[in-house]
């Protein structure tokens, strides 16, 4: 999976711009305000149709324009393909692939796994559960065909039950089915979860965590999202009466969590800044052998601003291995003396950037 050529159009500072990267390693340099990470940012909307940066899709329109357009083709095993994402001040997404429009931003998703890594990426470990969930679903949105489906209809079934629970006058029959789907869908979903984490998966991340932090010992596990010895019904049945106080169902892999701990305390009371984001390279490595040992597919990654907080070995360790699986890297950096190590680099593309355009170093 190589991104051939890219081309961002009216996307922040960036008027209209065209690359072709290197299948490998590609290095964007330029002072603050250049434009890099809004080239990382562009080529995010293609994996995710949203920003790392803002939830308003109108803050990273070109000002005075009306809308973005994000092209790319790709090559995926000698097949290719030309996806195209555009969205508009009035918030429409339009996605084409192949010049046909698409009604599903889904389509666009699943033909590209995209992941991120910046100075945020630490949230991972530091943030909510919420960011611990996305991290297992969306390798398994790429991994597990069914999974897509099985999640959106068990989000339906969620928000349902929320509405009635806010309602009391509601039918009871009705209130019965919803919540059987729900424990059924939800199930699945813990199933497909914690098949996950029994995989090798879980050895590719305690793999890396060796490599990258060994002198910790690392215990990963699942939390479900309820009381250990319940199933989901009886969860969602015993919290009933609670949780319709409340408003909203409080049991279900919409809790899920993943749990790293180091001699029984949570990783980040112990791990220092620098050590939080190797724990998330890992992590994030782990996601990227996976895709490749399962179903022979690489990833996009996007590294911005790899200098902060990371020393020069660890981000040479970290491009090494994502290398390894065959990841195309799309790099960012001030100056060339933050990445001194690249010159050990053969296959790699440098592109200066200022004021949104770029310069291809030859
Ligand atoms: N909607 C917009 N329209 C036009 N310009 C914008 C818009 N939003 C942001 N900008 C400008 O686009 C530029 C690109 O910012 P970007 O974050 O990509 O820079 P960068 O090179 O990654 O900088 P840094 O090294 O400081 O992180 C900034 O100068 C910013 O002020």
């Known amino acids: 999976m190589k991104l051939d050529f890219v081309q961002i159009r009216g996307f922040r500072n960036i008027d209209d711009l065209s690359i072709v990267p290197d299948a490998k390693l590609n290095i964007f340099l330029g002072e603050n305000g250049s434009g890099k990470s809004s080239i990382l940012e562009a080529i995010h909307y293609l994996g995710f149709t949203r920003s790392f940066r803002t939830s308003k899709h109108k803050n990273v329109i070109q000002h005075e324009q009306q809308s973005f357009t994000v092209f790319a083709q790709v090559d995926c095993d000698n097949t290719i393909y030309k996806l195209g994402l555009s969205r508009t001040v009035s918030d429409e997404c339009l996605v084409s692939i192949d010049g046909l429009k698409s009604k599903s931003a889904v389509d666009l998703v699943s033909k590209l796994p995209v992941q991120i890594f910046t100075p945020q990426s630490s949230d991972l470990i530091l943030g909510s559960p919420r960011l611990r969930r996305k991290y297992l679903d969306w390798l398994l949105f790429h991994v597990e065909q069914q999974f897509a489906n099985k999640f959106a209809m068990y989000r339906r079934c969620l928000l349902q039950i929320n509405a009635s629970y806010k309602i009391s006058s509601r039918a009871k029959g009705l209130d019965s089915f919803w919540t059987e789907q729900l424990a059924e869908l939800g199930e699945d979903i813990r199933n497909l979860h914690e098949s996950l984490m029994l995989s090798e998966f879980k050895a590719f991340i305690h793999y890396n965590l060796q490599v990258f932090l060994p002198e910790f010992s690392f215990d990963i596990s699942y939390y479900k999202g309820w009381e250990k010895e319940l199933n989901l019904k009886e969860a969602i049945d015993k919290n009933c009466v609670r949780d319709k106080k409340r408003g909203f169902v409080s049991v279900g892999p919409h809790k899920a969590d993943l749990r790293i701990k180091i001699g029984g305390v949570l990783a980040h009371e112990i791990l220092s800044r620098g050590q939080v984001r190797m724990l998330v390279a890992a992590l994030q490595i782990a996601q990227a052998?996976?895709?490749?040992?399962k179903l022979q597919k690489s990833v996009?990654?996007?590294?911005?601003?790899?200098?902060?907080?990371?020393d020069s070995s660890k981000q040479e360790l970290f491009i090494n291995s994502l290398l390894n699986t065959g990841s195309q890297l799309f790099v960012t950096a001030i100056d060339r003396?933050?990445?001194?190590?690249?010159?050990?680099?053969?296959?790699?593309?440098?592109?200066?950037?200022?004021?949104?355009?770029v310069r291809e170093e030859i």
Do not use: P, R, T
């Not at 052998?289 to 040992?293: E, G, H, I, R, V």
């Open 289 to 293: 052998q996976y895709l490749k040992s």
């Open 300 to 310: 996009v990654f996007l590294l911005d601003d790899i200098g902060a907080e990371l």
């Open 337 to 357: 003396k933050q990445l001194n190590y690249i010159s050990n680099y053969q296959h790699k593309k440098l592109f200066h950037v200022e004021h949104g355009q």
